[in-house]
T-cell receptor, first 109, second 115 residues
Framework: GAVVSQHPSRVICKSGTSVKIECRSL??????MFWYRQFPKKSLMLMAT?????????EQGVEKDKFLINHASLTLSTLTVTSAHPEDSSFYIC?????FGSGTRLTVV | QQQVKQSPQSLIVQKGGISIINCAYE??????FPWYQQFPGKGPALLIA?????SEKKEGRFTISFNKSAKQFSLHIMDSQPGDSATYFC??????????????FGQGTILTVHP
């Protein structure tokens, strides 16, 4: 199966700053990747579909200006949380196909 | 609208017992049904998956039973072990085209296996 690498595994940032999370497909060229968000003891909720070479497709209720997604190559998608606030603190997970990365724990202080 | 409903929310089983988790879906366009296992602080890992043209699939101690007419599917873990203690998620997907890999998840079941 696919191998998906996600970095960083955890990050703490100050309120108002931006944070970038990387998701790499190590052994498969991925034209499409997905970003999910998971609150503690909750399920995964799809945030957006990352499309190589074109704009991401966001799910209803997800602020595209806050969660910037870039998929400039077939192996890398990035999620940037802009002007982060404490309510953005969460576990962010990417996937390629049905394989998930290890997730990123974001804490905004 | 929640499209995949999962139960129970939590489950406690003795070592060697059978763990059963149930899911129901609404969208008949779904054609791929995976189960994931997630440990704290980790991403979900694919356990086993089934397509609706099959009523049962078994891989080791894990079995999926699928009832297309009832729009229900379940995960059975035989001979449950303490190492199986984790959160389990069912999911559903429309498998083809640009939706390949796009998943709708159930609410999750926290499984605890006592030694």
């Amino acid at each position: 199966g696919a191998v998906v690498s996600q970095h960083p595994s955890r990050v703490i940032c100050k309120s108002g700053t931006s944070v970038k999370i990387e998701c790499r497909s190590l052994d498969f060229q991925a034209t499409t990747m997905f970003w999910y968000r998971q609150f503690p003891k909750k399920s995964l909720m799809l945030m957006a579909t990352s499309n190589e070479g074109s704009k991401a497709t966001y799910e209803q209720g997800v602020e595209k200006d806050k969660f910037l997604i870039n998929h400039a190559s077939l192996t890398l998608s990035t999620l940037t949380v802009t002007s982060a606030h404490p309510e953005d603190s969460s576990f962010y997970i990417c996937s390629q196909g049905y394989t998930f990365g290890s997730g990123t724990r974001l804490t905004v202080v | 609208q929640q499209q995949v409903k999962q139960s129970p929310q939590s489950l406690i089983v003795q070592k060697g017992g059978i763990s059963i988790i149930n899911c129901a879906y609404e969208n008949t366009a779904f054609d791929y049904f995976p189960w994931y296992q997630q440990f704290p602080g980790k991403g979900p890992a694919l356990l086993i998956a089934i397509r609706p043209d099959v009523s049962e699939k078994k891989e080791g101690r894990f079995t999926i039973s699928f009832n297309k007419s009832a729009k229900q599917f379940s995960l059975h873990i035989m001979d449950s072990q303490p190492g199986d203690s984790a959160t389990y998620f069912c999911a559903a997907s429309i498998g083809g085209g640009t939706s390949y890999g796009k998943l709708t998840f159930g609410q999750g079941t926290i499984l605890t296996v006592h030694p």
